[in-house]
């Protein structure tokens, strides 16, 4: 039995905290893996209940330097999409803590920080909050079609037990921007138009009802009949007098689903921009990592 890494089926957290990195020194970097998962168990043991987790996650380069080639195949570096609509940032290395305690955060984040030291140089740092209702910045509810239930989650989320990356998993880690005062500058009917559900009470609008460049429209897709499913784990970021958005992050047994499904937002696939980029949202940050299970982690 391999293990998914901690920070991915628990889905009642409140906080969470984002980290990319290049890597300076890989013989380092990996023995720090292993004192970042004890640093986790400390933590976990020392304050239970709070669904403390970590993914500790890398990028195609650094991955397959590594030389594990049966393993997280369909990894490799994000590429830009939508006539640069949406730039790369690439970077070798990424952790993502959650909880429903953002100190218990940061005591873990300064932990796994000071175990990687300076085998590593951090390139980003966001800082996520869940908001009352579990909605974004831009008032809609977000997470409601996440898939729920542990075992759903890890169908989704993590590849399945028969294969030699059993408990791996393929994520994609995107900042987005939010020009709030432009989106409050269109009516909320508008807004509905662009996400495809209703504002206040949360309604999915009929298929028939919905625009083909809605944010529905371009992320709830079939292929051959079958929905293309990931799993969500994204949270509010930000200040009010400064930048803010939402960082987006999906977990997902296969990479095709997330990239298919980027494609379709970014007009890729048949030239439609998801409506959410129209009138809100600008992608300032995109890469695409592999966690490995936790047992492939802790044996690098
Ligand atoms: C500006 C960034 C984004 C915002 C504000 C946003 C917001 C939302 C909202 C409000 C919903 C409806 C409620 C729900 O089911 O969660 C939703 C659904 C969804 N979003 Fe996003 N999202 C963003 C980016 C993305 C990206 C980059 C992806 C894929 C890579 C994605 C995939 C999905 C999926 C799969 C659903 C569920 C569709 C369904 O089956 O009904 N979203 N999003």
Redesign the pocket.
């Known amino acids: 039995m391999s293990t998914p890494q901690t920070a991915i089926i628990p889905d009642t957290i409140t906080a969470a905290i984002y980290i990319e990195a290049n890597v300076l020194d890989k013989e380092q970097t990996k023995a720090a893996c292993c004192q970042a998962l004890a640093a986790l168990d400390d933590c976990r043991s020392r304050f239970p209940g709070h669904e403390l987790g970590m993914t500790i996650a890398f990028g195609a380069d650094f991955w397959h330097s590594l030389g594990h080639a049966n393993e997280g195949r369909e990894i490799r570096p994000f590429v830009p999409l939508g006539n640069g609509l949406c730039p790369t940032t690439q970077c070798d290395l990424m952790i993502h803590i959650q909880s429903r305690h953002f100190g218990l955060n940061y005591l873990l984040a300064e932990q796994v920080n000071a175990a990687f030291g300076s085998s590593i140089r951090i390139e980003n740092e966001t800082h996520g909050f869940r908001m009352p209702e579990e909605?974004?910045?831009?008032g809609?509810?977000?997470?409601?079609?996440?898939p729920h239930g542990e075992e759903k989650i890890a169908a989704v989320a993590t590849i399945a037990q028969d294969r030699p990356d059993a408990g791996g998993s393929y994520i994609?880690l995107?900042k987005?921007l939010?020009d709030l005062k432009k989106w409050g500058g269109i009516s909320v009917a508008e807004q509905e138009q662009a996400?495809?559900?209703s504002k206040a009470d949360?309604i999915?609008f009929a298929r028939a009802d919905r625009l083909p460049d809605s944010?529905?429209g371009?992320?709830?897709?079939k292929e051959n009949g079958v929905?293309?499913?990931?799993v969500?784990r994204?949270l509010p970021f930000g200040y009010i007098s400064g930048e803010h958005?939402?960082q987006?992050i999906?977990y997902c047994a296969t990479l095709h689903n997330?990239d298919e499904?980027?494609k379709f937002?970014f007009g890729d696939k048949d030239g439609k921009i998801?409506l959410?980029?129209k009138h809100?949202?600008t992608?300032v940050r995109s890469a695409y990592y592999y966690a490995p299970s936790v047992e492939r982690l802790a044996d690098l």
């Open positions: 909605r974004g910045l831009d809609f509810v977000d997470g409601t079609e996440n994609v995107q987005y939010h996400v495809g559900r949360n999915e944010h529905l371009r992320t709830n897709i929905g293309l499913k990931i969500r994204s958005g939402l987006f999906a997330i499904q980027l937002m998801d959410l980029l809100m949202s992608a």
